[in-house]
């Protein structure tokens, strides 16, 4: 790297620019200029005989003054002589460059939700003078940005980011204790903090919650079973195919955006039927009474859960909701009788009212092309595979087990294929022989069967609604408390849960939230103006710009620091300019005894 100086003819006089530059080599043998960063303008003024005068920072007296710089090469002037500092250009050094953008934009989020005025007064520091909230800020930061442990943490990543700059804080801040004893403090406040963000994204986006997404997922967890009585990690049904893993089941209550306004961590192994009307009375008691409709997938509301929120009345309650395939076969011939109507250019419906519901019978198009797809795939896989051990001849128990791996692969599309297995030998020995050959056929009548129901589904609700599309729109929207939980468990890698400590479980979990709720806020400033990029493109955009510090040496044994970070690039100016987000000021330099470089990133005020 050198150091590169443009000059430029400006309002009558020449003006100095410096930029650090490298070569990059290229094919052919060429070397191209890239440029790094732009350290802005060292002031030479000839004609005057004055330099501009910048704020420098003196470690050695603790103090700001004003100092003058000249090249090492010219004489400082008579005028100069108190003030003047001649730089060593050609001698500069870079130091510790390290992760800028990125950390940026999240605090720009963070201010954007006003969460200091919430987190500053609960937060508050320690008698040894350690900010639970700064590292609350850190802990959050490294969960949207680069999610892992607390112990790397501690280890690599403070150090490889320029948080502490941000936040004007050393290395003392993310002591491996102080991360942990941050996590005790958080949990206490999760319901006034959601409560104080559906304010706050109804000030900014405008948010309405009279519809909720609510729907339950599972994490599992790297440790060893047994625990204590009432300890939540239990054995259960694992959405993440991890049966092996003791887990926890977390319940999630989001609107139409994605915008999360409750959670709760049950045991690994509660029934999903047991937890609505829990949450009903929370959301209530949490926002108040309110007309709302629940749209929630089918095995989450029992019959007498339905028939409750049917018979409240003040506020009233409404609901739509997925029905289990068996419904669909009581109903088939009511629905037979009744004709399609079209709600979309691919979507059929048929109504059905019964009592105080209305049953909607969808048929989409697109879903029937994905399932009859996914079908034929299995199903052509599934009878390859029954060729393939046809011809092999296993043994009775191999074939039996190769079988059942088979058939637990295909899934429902083993109801299609009826196996008629050889007779059972009698003996040990003749089951450790090969078998004579097994035969398999197609049930043609059950693939019509299954043919007949591809893309079609059962929706149920109580709203006075005339326009079928309208609930079909509420079921479809379902999706945005899917695509919580997969970033949750992708982007801020809420899973696998390494902490043996209850609190410290449920704390891990609200900090993964918490940064959930700055991607989300952001994702939705997104699709308004930057609609073809995702949270993690723009995080991974801004993370290429880097802070360093860049040392001048000076001809009186000190050192003249920038803490410059880099400038954008194109598609990061483009991208700044579309959101109306403006990069702050550089910090003014330093002047340091050699060595003794203090850490803290420092922009100076905007001007007017």
Known sequence: MYLKCHSRFKDGKEHHYYSISEKVACAGGRRVERHVFYLGEINDSQKEGWLKCIDAFDVSQQRQTKLALFASEQPLPTHAAEMGVQVRLGEFSIHRPRQWGANWVFTLLWEQLKLEPFWRTRLRPSREHTSWYHLLMVLCAYRLIDPGSEWRLHREWYQKSAMGDLLNEDFALVAKDNLYRCLDKLVAHKSALFSYLQERWQDLFGITYEVLLYDLTSTYFESDP?????????????????????????????????????????????????????????IEAQYGKAQRIWVMDRGIPTEPDLEAMRQQTDPPIQYVVGTPKGQLSKLEAQLLKLAWQQARPSVRVKLLSQDQELFVLVNSQA??????????????????????????????????????????????????????????????????????????????????????????YLLRTNLKESDPAKVWQFYLQLVEVEEAFKNLKGDLALRPIFHQIQSRIQAHIFVCFLAYCLQVSLRHQLRAKAPGLTVRQVLEKFGRMQMMDVHFPTTDERELVFVRYTQPEKDQQMLLAQMNWELPPQSPPRITAKGELENGYRPVAAQS
């Open 367 to 456: 879903r029937v092309s994905k399932e009859r797809a996914i079908r034929r795939r299995k199903l052509k896989k599934l009878w390859a595979r029954l060729k393939e051990l046809k011809e092999q001849r296993p043994s009775y128990q191999a074939l039996l087990m190769k079988l059942g791996a088979a058939k637990a692969e295909a899934g429902r599309v083993w109801s299609v294929v009826e196996v008629n297995l050889p007779k059972v030998p009698r003996t040990r020995k003749a089951r450790q022989q090969r078998v004579a050959d097994f035969q398999f056929t197609l049930q043609k009548d059950k693939l019509r069967e299954v043919f007949k129901r591809e893309g079609r």
């Open 226 to 282: 047994p625990f204590p009585e009432g300890d939540p990690r239990q054995f259960g049904y694992s959405r993440d195919k991890r049966s092996d893993c003791v887990q926890v089941v977390i319940a999630l209550v989001v609107t139409p955006e994605g915008f999360p306004l409750a959670y709760e961590v049950l045991p690994g192994n509660t029934s999903d039927k047991t937890t609505l009307p829990t949450f009903l009375k929370k």
